[in-house]
């Protein structure tokens, strides 16, 4: 469940948008009478005319549950998702001005609340940092309620993405490795072996025409991640050596694919750190299966 909130100034147009029976129907009001979006907006606007001051004297709020959760709330549901959404924002229903209605014309369905900022007694409610607070409520309500939050929605969605990045980062490594022990003589060669593990190398061009970094491409996935986000000890800088000015690239169609030498006293160091990664996984390997046999005696 996600929820968008902002301070406006209200007027017919936006009651006419909410409050229309072809977009839904009524769910709970307090404080408002009259039935026409018209009449509403002349009921609130009443109560607004004590405090001339506030130009956005309408809070309006859309409470939107995923849509495989509103699906299954019936109207009981809303009615308290909704309750207990403005008591989390610190606002009564039994005595804010508001009126709640249900937009149902898409599979998405949601709430809109319209609510008036000027109290009975002419003072303000607070609308400072709005938009924050009502997807903090949303979160908190839906967790409460046993229904999914944006939050949730988001962190799994980051988590998915890194899990598939792990992946794609342990792919390029071996794909690296393998690379580096056929040694290149220099980075066209070493990006035409990549390719054929499905993987661009691209180098990174500064304004003074030197290499700045490199950039692995995975096109199965489209995953494109730096090469020190893949890991930091593969440092392709120093492997490769820049002899091209940026002039005598721009005259060439595929510049990244020549003049970059590979640097033959570091790709030793490199291929002996590769082998020593490769025996560590090696021997990690041995050791979780070690383990879990003996978990299985």
Do not use: W
Not at 236 to 258: C, G, K, M, Y
């Amino acid at each position: 469940m996600i929820s968008k909130a902002k301070s406006c100034p209200g007027g017919t147009a936006l009651f006419n948008y909410v409050v229309n029976e072809k977009k839904g129907y009524e769910l709970l009001r307090n404080g408002l009478s009259g039935v026409t979006p018209k009449e509403l907006y002349t009921d609130m606007s009443i109560l607004q005319q004590q405090n001339l001051r506030c130009i956005n004297n309408t809070i309006s709020i859309v409470l939107s549950p995923t849509i495989q959760d509103g699906t299954a709330m019936s109207n009981k549901d809303l009615k308290e998702l909704t309750q207990d959404f403005l008591r989390e924002l610190k606002l009564d229903p039994k005595t804010n001005q508001f009126i709640a209605f249900v937009h149902t014309e898409k599979d998405h369905k949601h709430v809109h609340l319209l609510l008036n900022r000027v109290k009975p007694d002419s003072s303000l409610i607070k609308d400072s940092f709005i938009s924050k607070k009502s997807q903090t409520a949303a979160h908190k309500i839906a967790i409460d309620h046993g229904f999914t939050s944006a939050k949730e929605i988001k962190e799994a969605k980051e988590q998915k993405r890194k899990n598939a990045n792990k992946v794609v980062k342990d792919i390029i490594k071996k794909a690296h490795y393998f690379v580096l022990k056929r040694e290149p003589k220099n980075l066209k060669v070493y990006q035409e072996e990549m390719k054929k593990y499905g993987i661009q190398v691209l180098p990174t061009i500064n304004k003074q025409g030197n290499i700045q970094g490199f950039r692995f491409i995975h096109d199965p996935t489209g995953s494109n991640l730096k090469a020190s986000e893949v890991d930091r000890n593969l440092k392709l800088n120093e492997l490769f050596t820049n002899e091209t000015s940026i002039n005598e690239l721009a005259r060439d169609q595929n510049p990244v694919l020549q003049d970059y030498k590979i640097d033959s006293s570091t790709l030793g160091s490199r291929i002996s750190q590769l082998l020593s990664y490769g025996e560590e996984s090696a021997d990690e390997n041995s050791r979780r299966k070690r383990k879990r046999n003996s978990r299985n005696r």
